[in-house]
């Protein structure tokens, strides 16, 4: 678990990566500077820690490249005490960004592995959300429900209701929809039955499952 001034030097550069691809919230890029991406992947694949690509983890999954992270943290404007639900908790490098925003984060995985291995890990950095859950992320988490943020870090092929409806009236919806590629797509309630919906542009994620183990 070392984190080195090299690593810190990697990350400023990354930062730097980022932000000449757009990612202009200071807030966003300071928590890519904090956040040690290396510890979040197989050490193998350490040297490429610090590069803007996805690498795979356990379970099947990735670890999300770093400009869709930051991307998706942006697009949210995640503001401090905000309570944000993430769909899918894979590494937990999303997670940690959101905690680095001072939100509170629940956060929902559904593959054993990841979710046993990730709520070991996240605490050993320092980073505490508020309830991790083992579970169908298309379910939501109705008992915490409505949430300022929610924010879908895999692939799904339709937009689960249940999501819709654990949304609180100006709050926003961030999922990636479609099969092989997504469309990042921004909902954000207008009402109890109105949203406006914004399309982002195409991403390519990892498939989020439902109710398969």
Not at 8 to 23: C, S, T
Request: aromatic share 10%.
């Amino acid at each position: 678990m070392k984190d080195t001034a090299k690593h810190q030097g990697l990350r400023n550069q990354l930062a730097n990566v980022l932000k000449a691809k757009g990612i202009t919230d200071e807030n966003v890029l300071n928590a890519i500077r904090s956040i040690p991406r290396h510890l979040f992947i197989d050490s193998s694949f350490e040297d490429h820690a610090y590069q803007d690509k996805a690498f795979p983890i356990a379970a099947g999954q990735t670890i999300s490249q770093p400009y869709t992270v930051a991307f998706q943290s942006q697009t949210l404007q995640v503001q401090k005490g905000e309570k944000v639900l993430e769909i899918g908790t894979g590494s937990g490098y999303q997670t940690a960004v959101l905690l680095e925003l001072k939100a509170l984060v629940y956060t929902i995985e559904r593959q054993v592995e990841l979710f046993k291995k990730t709520s070991l890990f996240l605490p050993k950095l320092g980073y505490y959300p508020k309830k991790f859950i083992f579970g169908d992320g298309y379910k939501g988490l109705p008992e915490e429900a409505p949430f300022d943020k929610i924010i879908v870090t895999a692939g799904a092929p339709f937009v689960p209701k249940p999501l819709m409806a654990q949304l609180k009236v100006g709050g926003m919806l961030l999922i990636p929809v479609g099969d092989q590629t997504q469309i990042m797509t921004l909902f954000i309630r207008k009402s109890n039955k109105e949203f406006e919906k914004h399309e982002l542009g195409d991403f390519a994620f990892v498939p989020m499952l439902e109710e398969r183990n």
